[in-house]
C-alpha cells in the first residue's frame, strides 16, 4: 500500500519560514515527478512546486518564487518544501503527490496524495 504522509506544517508569523516534509512507502517513484500542492478555504487546489525524480528541475508557482524550495531525498523516498518569508496568502492545506509520469504540473496527472498539512501564517 502506498502511502504520502506529511509533516512540518503549523502555525507561523509572517516573514517567518517552515519546512514541509512528505515520507513515501510502499513503493519508490523512479523516474517520477513530485510535488507539492496547496488548497486554501473557498479556492481550488494550486500547484506550488514540483521537481523531477533527480532533482535537477523544478517548477515554481510565481507567488512563491525566491521563498520556497523543493527538494527530494531519493535515498529516503522523501521530499521537502523549504518556505521562507511566508506571507498571509500561504495560509492552506499543503499536500504532495506522487505521479507515476516523469513531468507534470497537474494535478488530476497525481496518482497518490498525503492527508496534507495546515499551514497558517498570522500577522
Not at 505521479?99 to 497537474?106: E, H, M, N, P, Y
Request: with cysteine; net charge positive; proline share 2%.
Amino acid at each position: 500500500q502506498v502511502q504520502l504522509v506529511e509533516s512540518g506544517g503549523g502555525l507561523v508569523q509572517a516573514g517567518g519560514s517552515l519546512r514541509l516534509s512528505c515520507a513515501a512507502s510502499g513503493r519508490t517513484f523512479s523516474g517520477s515527478a513530485m510535488g507539492w500542492f496547496r488548497q486554501a478555504p473557498g479556492k481550488e487546489r494550486e500547484t506550488v512546486a514540483v521537481i523531477n525524480w533527480s532533482g535537477t528541475y523544478a517548477y515554481y508557482v510565481d507567488s512563491v518564487k525566491g521563498r520556497f524550495t523543493i527538494s527530494r531525498d531519493n535515498a529516503k523516498n522523501t521530499v521537502y518544501l523549504q518556505m521562507t518569508i511566508l506571507k498571509l496568502e500561504d495560509t492552506a492545506i499543503y499536500y504532495c503527490a506522487a505521479t507515476t509520469r516523469a513531468w507534470t504540473l497537474s494535478p488530476s496527472a497525481y496518482d497518490y496524495w498525503g492527508q496534507g498539512t495546515q499551514v497558517t501564517v498570522s500577522s
